[in-house]
């Protein structure tokens, strides 16, 4: 869980470089027993998905200790998604902010989900540690549910 959380990190890593057109959608899969992060880009008005849980898998062996940083990981997304990259830098410091905040909230190994199977997208996000994070209205639309 460590490492798919080092998923989480980026993403504030990549907001605090400037590209704040980044949001985070982590989801349970159906069987409850997989967590998957969706990163959302808003790149000149496209709209783009990135599945991050998948492109982890790909840079590094998700169940052993990482030696790859947060930094590094966000400088390796970055080369592999350059041209994307440079389309999202559009202001969203109120998301920005209120992802910071969510970050602060989480333990070590702790993920959060916006929904599941067994849990609707609403106002807040659950965790593996069964806490709830409030999140901004209508955050909800970007969920694709």
């Keep these: ?32 027993l997989s967590w998957r992060c969706t990163f959302l880009l ?10 991050a849980s998948s492109w982890i898998q790909k840079v590094m062996d998700i169940y052993k200790p990482g030696r790859i940083t947060v930094k590094g990981m966000a400088d390796m997304f970055i080369r592999e998604h350059a041209a994307l990259m440079e ?16 970050l602060q909230q989480l ?4 993920l959060p989900y916006a929904y599941s199977d067994s849990f609707s997208p609403s106002d807040y996000w ?5 806490k709830s994070i409030r999140t901004l209205a209508g955050e909800n639309r970007y969920y694709g549910y």
């Design 1 to 32: 869980m460590v490492n798919m959380q080092k998923l989480l990190y980026m993403a504030k890593e990549l907001h605090d470089r400037g590209f704040h057109d980044i949001r985070v959608v982590p989801s349970l899969s159906p069987s409850g």
């Design 87 to 102: 389309e999202c830098s559009e202001p969203e410091s109120q998301y920005v902010a209120w992802y910071a905040g969510m």
């Design 107 to 110: 333990e070590e190994g702790e």
């Design 126 to 130: 659950r965790t593996s540690k069964e």
């Design 42 to 51: 808003n790149a000149k008005s496209k709209k783009i998905e990135i599945i």
